[in-house]
């Protein structure tokens, strides 16, 4: 069997290979790219920098924990890829390749051989970064480097030989072995929890290490073990054992994958279908599906010069969407609301050290709502253009687009604001001053996503390398950033000059509440203006 | 010599039969019109003839060579432009053009590469990326990348999408020249005009069935009570309201 790429496809991974490099350079001759490949390359600076400069401050793991635990990791990685779907990627192809190269005079073989010859650059390329990261973990530079490059390549291979198993076998006998494979995975992992729940110490992580050091659990774990002795190889002849593990099991993985030669064009069209369709989900309404859902109905709301229609259509966007969103409340709800009761002490209030804990992950929540309820502007610029003509005020429009996250965002807070004032009734008046800011703060906040939006379409960087839209991510963000912490800033002076001239705190929260609904109508507006002076021929696909 | 047999061709997806006992052929020359409602099965025959997708049963072959069985000798004689082809957005034209030599392994592509430029209007946009490219531009680009390696059969799913009256025309010019020089088209479109205009042959599918495939000629006289001088969209819209694929295969 031809194993070894074609010229032609040499030839593509050459250029590919090429084009990162002119992605990351072009324009940066420019002021605008040079800003903004100078903003990336400051970015990575400032992540890597500390892992460069205090390695030698950081104790180093006991390797015994990194040869313990490791394993552990990357089977759960493994499965986890496996169980969530994403093990599509293993034999997606992008559209083009799929275009020009299924139809092109190149066995299947080879284009996995291409396949994976390219993901192993990908691999060597990511393993760079996080071998500076993960350098305190293990023996030597080469050593955690070769194992976090084979281990992202051993994800890959499991993935992509269980796919193409289950091509060749046909899909029935694929689910049947699947099972059976999951229930033997299944009884070791039971057996190895019995055999650590003897030991009985009550200490978590020592009923893990008795998991993983049972039998059994040597025995599930045992694929993955030569990678974490790669990472914590000290000495040249226990890399060069270690080293000959991770090929022996790489070895076998490709083996079986070249020697199944399974017909996966079809499947692979179809995974690639699957990861395109995702990532339009992604882009037009965060991690919301809306697949099946066309049964979930609303009634018209009331028309409101158009801003009902707007928000209704938005609404129904949420509503089919409201699997992946409830899935995020029921998370937040379970996981504080029970949490603070069960905490509360005698004097009917939870422990102080709660309080920080959840003002912060109110903080979360709001940043990682706003950023992901995408039911506005940001989840339609593939339909602006049709908006734009739309026999409705510009105004209207704006309202109508916006009130949804707003809308969802305010309930969430003040579902989380209640249950703090439940919980810690000293702080009930500061609670119930933030849950009249809720409204007019959030508006700030999604008027300003939508308003940097508009002014700055644009989708993620648009691949490898592309590292001043990378830049410009970050340049965005800091816009996006430093315009909601001004106008709290205003709102929060004006709540203290109140509270210093009059000593009364309802006053202090209204200056507070009346500047920031002033900041939110001006938003508003410029959001109303930004969306005049969009030009979708400019911004939106041809 | 036939270009392309098909024969007996099923295809179905869980159980959902797309294509049923298909059988075709094309000659050298010959431009076949293949047509048919959305959902007919054209793009799911055109990918198979592509070797993109296997046949669930019955053979495809072009120039000899059978498509699943053998699929690198009779992809050699092969191009397939898909309905908005898809190109590597960080490579430019030049490179495309480059790349298909080389999985081709055409030894002097130059000459042809700067021919087919020339022709469709890329020359100036030799160096420009795929990702700066209009619709139009990137169906040329797609076009310029079939021809260049010369194959024997060209599979086109709705070729004039995105392109200008210019482009139109240029791109109907091609086809002809391409034809005339031996090359077999299979030509898959909903513009009837279109279709009238260059095909020697037609194929109308509905519902994953033939209802007729022969010259264009033919065509009318296989449908009892049209009159010669009907235009194919009288004879298409005939062929396919309230067909009855079966009868139509004994009339084909």
């Known amino acids: 069997m031809t194993l070894a790429p074609p010229p032609g496809l040499r030839l593509l991974m050459l250029l590919q290979a090429k084009a990162v490099v002119r992605r990351a350079w072009r324009g940066a001759g420019t002021l605008r790219g040079g800003f903004f490949l100078f903003l990336a390359l400051l970015v990575l600076a400032m992540w890597l920098g500390p892992a460069i400069w205090m390695r030698g401050d950081a104790p180093p793991t006991d390797p015994h924990r990194v040869r313990l635990f490791m394993p552990l990791i990357l089977l759960a990685s493994c499965v986890t890829t496996l169980l ?14 799929v275009d020009f190269l299924f139809a092109a005079p190149v066995s299947r073989r080879q284009l996995l051989f291409y396949k994976l010859a390219k993901s192993a650059f990908a691999h060597g390329l990511m393993a760079a970064p996080m071998t500076l990261i993960f350098m305190r973990h293990g023996g030597s530079w080469i050593g955690v480097y070769l194992a976090i490059a084979f281990s992202l390549a051993l994800v890959q291979l499991l993935n992509m030989a269980v796919l193409l198993t289950a091509e060749t076998v046909g899909k029935r006998l ?68 270690a080293l000959a593990g991770c090929a022996a099991v790489l070895g076998l993985l490709v083996g079986i994958i070249f020697h199944l030669d399974a017909d996966y064009l079809e499947a692979s069209i179809v995974a690639g279908r699957r990861a ?83 003002v912060a992950a109110l903080a979360w929540a709001t940043v990682f709502l706003s950023g992901t309820l995408r039911m506005d502007f940001r989840g339609d610029l593939d339909v602006l253009p049709m908006l734009r003509q739309l026999p409705i005020s510009p105004m209207a429009l704006t309202l109508g687009q916006l009130a949804v996250p707003i809308a969802i965002l305010t309930i969430c807070q003040g579902a989380a604001l209640t249950m703090l004032a439940v919980a810690f009734p000293v702080a009930a008046p500061w609670a119930l001053a933030a849950i009249a800011l809720a409204a007019p703060f959030n508006t700030v906040v999604i008027g300003v996503e939508n308003l940097v939006f508009l002014l700055y379409p644009s989708r993620a960087p648009s691949g490898p390398g592309d590292l001043q839209g990378f830049g410009r991510q970050i340049a965005l963000m800091f816009l996006k950033v430093l315009v909601v912490a001004v106008a709290c800033g205003l709102a929060f002076g004006a709540g203290a000059l109140a509270l210093a001239t009059s000593g009364r705190f309802a006053l202090a929260a209204v200056a507070a509440i009346s500047t920031l609904l002033v900041e939110s109508l001006g938003i508003v507006a410029l959001v109303r203006w930004a969306f005049v002076r969009f030009n979708p021929s400019a911004h939106t696909a041809a | 010599m036939t270009v392309l047999d098909v024969s007996d061709f099923h295809k179905a997806y869980r159980g959902v039969v797309a294509v049923e006992g298909l059988s075709f052929s094309v000659e050298p020359g010959q431009i076949l019109g293949l047509l048919g409602p959305n959902g007919a ?45 898809n190109l590597f957005d960080a490579l430019t034209v030049w490179e495309h053009l480059r790349f298909i030599a080389a999985i081709h392994r055409m030894d002097d592509f130059q000459t042809a590469a700067e021919a087919l430029l020339d022709q469709f209007e890329l020359v100036g946009k030799r160096d420009a990326l795929a990702m700066e490219l209009s619709r139009g531009m990137r169906q040329k680009l797609a076009i310029c990348c079939a021809y260049l390696h010369r194959p024997c059969l060209i599979l086109l799913d709705e070729p004039m999408t995105g392109l200008d009256p210019r482009g139109i025309r240029d791109m109907k010019r091609s086809i002809l020249t391409q034809a005339d020089e031996g090359a077999a088209f ?23 069935r033939r209802l007729f495939f022969g010259p264009v000629a033919e065509a009318r006289s296989a449908f009892a009570g049209l009159d010669g001088d009907l235009s194919l969209e009288d004879l298409f819209f005939r062929a396919t309201e309230g067909a009855d694929p079966a009868a139509a295969m004994e009339r084909s």
């Open chain 1, 84 to 97: 969530t779907g994403s093990s599509d990627r293993a034999i997606a192809f992008t559209p083009a390749e």
């Open chain 1, 174 to 241: 694929y689910s049947r072995l699947r099972i059976v494979a999951v229930a033997a995975m299944g009884a070791l992992v039971v057996w190895a929890f019995m055999i650590a729940l003897a030991r009985q110490t009550g200490d978590a992580r020592a009923m893990l290490s008795a998991f993983v050091e049972s039998t059994p659990g040597r025995i599930a774990l045992a694929p993955f073990a030569p990678f974490a002795w790669t990472l914590t190889a000290t000495g040249v002849g226990q890399l060069v054992l």
């Open chain 1, 276 to 358: 395109a369709e995702r990532t339009r989900q992604r882009r037009s309404g965060g991690w919301m599906s809306t697949r099946g859902a066309a049964w979930r109905n609303l009634p018209m709301f009331p028309r409101l010069g158009g801003a009902g229609a707007m928000a209704w259509r938005q609404t129904l966007k949420a509503v089919r969407g409201a699997k992946g969103l409830l899935i995020v409340l029921l998370i937040l709800v379970v996981g504080v609301g029970p949490s603070l009761w069960v905490m509360r002490d005698g004097g009917g209030s939870a422990h102080p050290d709660l309080f920080g804990g959840l």
């Open chain 2, 41 to 85: 099965g054209k793009t799911t025959t055109l990918r198979a003839i592509a070797g993109i997708l296997p046949p669930t049963a019955g053979n495809i072959s072009i120039s000899g060579h059978d498509v699943h069985a053998d699929p690198v000798t009779a992809k050699r004689h092969l191009a397939y432009v898909p309905d908005d082809p």
């Open chain 2, 186 to 208: 299979v030509v898959s479109s909903h513009l009837l005009a279109l279709v009238e205009d260059l095909c020697t042959h037609l194929l109308i599918l509905h519902r994953g």
